[in-house]
């Protein structure tokens, strides 16, 4: 029988997702009907601003907030209604894996280099020893020196942890990685980097979910971008199209808003026009 409708199935089908928080008078709905979909070895941009709901997407993804309603299919497998240990079965057979902003709430701060990116492929089963050349082979894909190997989390800088946190989340070859602003907290010299790196491990036919409030971070690593406002998707596009041709009024306010976009950001004017048309 031909594979070729598993090779392009989607990794990750999210439809009408819903997602609430709270109970009662206090709850409140932070997804509303989001639906989209990731190809193999394709990157998503998700942006949007601050409580928009990106972090809860990404959650909802991942199993760590559950969905009142509507569908989320990873590899075909539909796992909307998974409870936590189906979810955590799925986290550990390493379909997909995660890099947060914070890279030491994915790294434990007690384990060594070596032993936290060896970790995850000794959950497959690999052997000791294949781990730990897998690692080695690892390490220079994410600009980290061996010397690094036998370092607590807390002994590197920043920009070295969040390496060793994608280096972790990619090691095993996952399918899909979903990085919830993984460069937010860096400095340009290491967002540059790690930017740089995301581009590169794409040519591994991983799909990766990369979400940030910055659509200049976002712009040169995504193929497809998809916006997210106050818990709704309002545009999904061709990251060219919806840079070069923002449909939505939010959109063409991120876009005049993001400096490394466009050179006359500082046009106030038209900024203020947009965000007035936005609340109108
Ligand atoms: N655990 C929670 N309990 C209650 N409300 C929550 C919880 N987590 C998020 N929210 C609310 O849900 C909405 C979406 O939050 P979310 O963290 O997904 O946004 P975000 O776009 O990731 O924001 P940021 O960029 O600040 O991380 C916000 O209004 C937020 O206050």
């Known amino acids: 029988m031909s594979t070729d409708h598993l090779a392009r199935q989607p990794?990750?089908?999210?439809?009408d997702l819903e997602v609430?928080?709270?109970?009662?008078r206090r709850r409140r709905q932070a997804l509303h009907r989001v639906?989209?979909?990731?190809?193999?070895?394709?990157?998503?941009?998700?942006?949007?601003?601050?409580?928009?709901?990106?972090?809860?997407?990404?959650?909802a993804a991942l199993g760590l907030v559950r969905a009142s309603a509507g569908s989320i299919v990873i590899d075909g497998e539909e796992v909307g209604a998974y409870g936590h240990r189906q979810w955590r079965a799925l986290r550990r057979r390493g379909v997909i894996q995660y890099v947060f902003q914070d890279p030491l709430r994915s790294l434990d701060p007690d384990v060594t280099v070596e032993a936290s990116l060896a970790e995850p492929l000794l959950i497959q089963g690999v052997s000791g020893q294949e781990a730990a050349t897998r690692v080695r082979a690892f390490l220079d894909r994410v600009r980290l020196s061996e010397d690094l190997l036998d370092r607590l989390p807390g002994e590197l800088s920043g920009g070295q942890r969040q390496r060793v946190a994608v280096a972790r989340a990619l090691?095993?070859?996952?399918?899909?990685?979903i990085l919830d602003e993984p460069v937010s907290a860096l400095d340009s010299a290491?967002?540059?980097?790690?930017?740089?790196?995301?581009?590169?491990?794409?040519?591994?036919?991983?799909?990766?979910?990369?979400?940030?409030h910055d659509l200049g971070s976002v712009a040169g690593v995504a193929d497809r971008i998809a916006v997210l406002y106050q818990g709704e998707l309002v545009e999904v596009?061709?990251?060219?199209?919806?840079?070069?041709?923002?449909q939505h009024v939010y959109t063409r306010l991120l876009v005049r808003s993001?400096?490394?976009?466009?050179?006359?950001?500082?046009?106030?004017?038209?900024?203020?026009?947009l965000r007035a048309l936005l609340h109108a």
């Open 11 to 15: 990794v990750l089908k999210v439809t």
């Open 20 to 24: 609430h928080y709270g109970l009662r």
């Open 35 to 59: 639906s989209l979909s990731v190809a193999p070895g394709e990157t998503v941009g998700i942006i949007g601003e601050t409580g928009s709901g990106k972090s809860t997407l990404a959650r």
């Open 171 to 177: 090691v095993t070859e996952p399918r899909l990685v």
């Open 190 to 212: 290491n967002r540059v980097q790690i930017l740089q790196i995301l581009k590169e491990l794409r040519s591994d036919g991983v799909a990766l979910v990369f979400i940030s």
């Open 237 to 246: 596009g061709a990251a060219a199209d919806v840079i070069n041709q923002p």
């Open 258 to 273: 993001a400096p490394t976009l466009h050179s006359a950001a500082a046009d106030r004017a038209e900024r203020e026009a």
